[in-house]
């Protein structure tokens, strides 16, 4: 599909990566990256692995970290619990190498398709941090309201990897 | 890996179907739903095609749509731009029937995998709401802030399926 907006006059400047918002055809139809950021100034991200599919993981970028991802090929997140940039796998050696970015409808969404360096993004330890489910069969939740684990074994052992690190997780 | 966490003793009442958030390692390592709900009181929901794994939408569920997605075993969303529950395809016949749904480490994250009745789920006509890529090659962008589109053609007219209702993309 060849999109019949005028994508030249909204070239981006060198100064700002993306393209201004200026219609809603522009933002569904057209060919420049035009993220919008949410009041908090973040666009969520799905990561997936770049081979199997599986989702690997959920978070944020701000304009900053998705300008560096794009300029490195490699996942920048923002940190909402460290409030930083996060280059993931700076700590953990796991660094997600991008061989996709996608975009979504009305460009408030990104999702990455990646390659990840040791094969694991969760923190806890898993490959993916989606390890546990809820199946459905014929409509209806074979286990209602109790999880069945998907990973048996941990990728990685989070102690040796993150040491003494405050864990992430808020209740 | 089995948990060694007292599940028991956190079981859901009937009135409210999922666990309280007790502790970090409950929420990480137990087997039950107690998913987190945001300042707002939605949860970010990641949809996937259950047969080819491609992410066909990001939205968002509260407390019920999450309760009746697991009654019905199809997805039900939270319209952040209607401020109403959303049976996602009531108006286009596009229902997404749940195969799977699975939660995140911290469990303030949901993963659906669909199968969609009419093959689509974007409201702009496509199959997926992510039909434009920038592709990376050796950790380089291969066409730097320009889009490809993934889909050349769209799966169902929306004029036809939606007619005059509006177009939720807000710039």
Redesign the interface.
């Known amino acids: ?1 060849k ?1 019949d907006v005028d994508d030249e006059a909204h070239m ?1 400047e060198a100064s700002n ?3 201004e ?4 055809e522009f ?7 035009a993220p ?1 950021f949410d009041a908090h100034g973040l666009i ?1 991200v ?1 990561t ?1 692995d770049f081979t ?4 690997l ?2 978070a944020y970028m701000n304009r900053e970290a998705l300008a560096q991802t ?1 300029a ?3 996942a920048v997140y923002w940190s909402r619990s460290r409030q930083q940039l996060w280059h993931k796998g700076a700590t953990s050696g796991l660094v997600q ?10 460009q408030d ?1 990104v ?1 990455l398709r990646v390659e990840v360096v040791g094969g694991a993004s ?3 330890g ?1 490959r993916s ?8 069969r ?4 074979a286990t ?11 990728a990685f052992d989070p102690k040796a990897v993150y040491g003494d690190a405050p ?5």
Request: hydrophobic share 30%.
């Open positions: 599909m999109p981006p990566p993306f393209a918002r200026t219609s809603v933002v569904e139809e057209g060919v420049q990256l919008k969520p799905i997936t199997s599919g599986e989702v993981m959920h794009l490195i090929g490699e190498k991008v061989r996709e970015l996608r975009i979504d409808d009305d969404c999702w969760c923190h806890v898993y941090c989606f390890y546990r489910r809820v199946q459905f014929e409509g209806k939740p209602p309201s109790v999880l069945e684990f998907t990973e048996q074994e941990k864990n992430p997780t808020r209740l």
